[in-house]
C-alpha cells in the first residue's frame, strides 16, 4: 500500500467516490455534489495553508483519501483540526483507513496541530467506532444539526489530542 500527497491524476476517483457518498448515504450531510475545480481549488488552498489532501493506493489503485483543515475559522482555532476519511468500500478492513488516519495525525501534529477532530454522522456506527479505535473519543453528539434524505440527522463530534 502506498500513501502520497493527491495530484490531479487522482481527481477523478476522489470525485467518484466522495460523489456516491454524497449522492448515496447519509455519512456526509452535503448533498452538493463536489467538481474538479472545486476540488483543485480545495486542495491548493489546504496546500497553501500547510495542510494535506492524501490519497492511498492499494496494488496501484486508488483505495481512498484523507484530508485535514482548521476546525474553525480564526486564530484561536489555529491548532484544531477536522479531517475527512474515505475508503473504497472494497477495500475497508485492511489497515489503509488506519494508515491514512495515523499519516494525516503525522502531518497535524508536525504542523502544529493540538487536536484532531472528527464530524461524523449519527447514523455512521462504522465510522464512529473506527474513530473510537484509533483514540478519538465523543466529545459531543448534536442532535438533529443535519437534514438530508428529509431527515434530521445527529452529528456526532469525536476528538483526539495530538
Known amino acids: ?19 456516491r457518498f454524497i449522492r448515496d448515504t447519509t455519512v456526509t450531510f452535503t448533498s452538493e455534489q463536489k ?14 495553508a500547510g495542510k494535506e489532501f492524501l490519497v492511498a493506493e492499494l496494488g496501484g489503485v486508488f483505495a481512498g483519501f484523507a484530508t485535514y483543515a482548521q476546525f474553525r475559522g480564526g486564530n484561536g482555532y489555529a491548532h484544531a483540526m477536522e479531517h475527512s476519511i474515505m475508503l473504497e ?14 499519516a494525516i495525525e503525522d502531518h497535524a501534529r508536525a ?26 473519543r465523543v466529545v459531543a453528539r448534536i442532535p438533529e444539526v443535519g437534514r438530508k434524505f428529509d431527515r434530521w440527522l445527529d452529528l456526532v463530534l469525536m476528538m483526539k489530542h495530538l
Open 1 to 19: 500500500m502506498t500513501i502520497r500527497p493527491a495530484d490531479p491524476m487522482d481527481y477523478p476517483a476522489i470525485l467518484d467516490l466522495w460523489n
Open 111 to 136: 504542523s502544529g496541530a493540538h487536536t484532531l477532530f472528527a464530524g461524523v454522522s449519527g447514523e455512521n456506527p462504522a465510522g464512529e467506532a473506527f474513530h473510537a479505535s484509533q483514540g478519538f
Open 35 to 48: 467538481t474538479e475545480t472545486g476540488l483543485a481549488e480545495m486542495i491548493a488552498t489546504r496546500r497553501a
Open 89 to 102: 468500500p472494497a477495500t475497508t478492513g485492511q489497515g489503509i483507513g488506519r494508515r491514512l488516519m495515523r
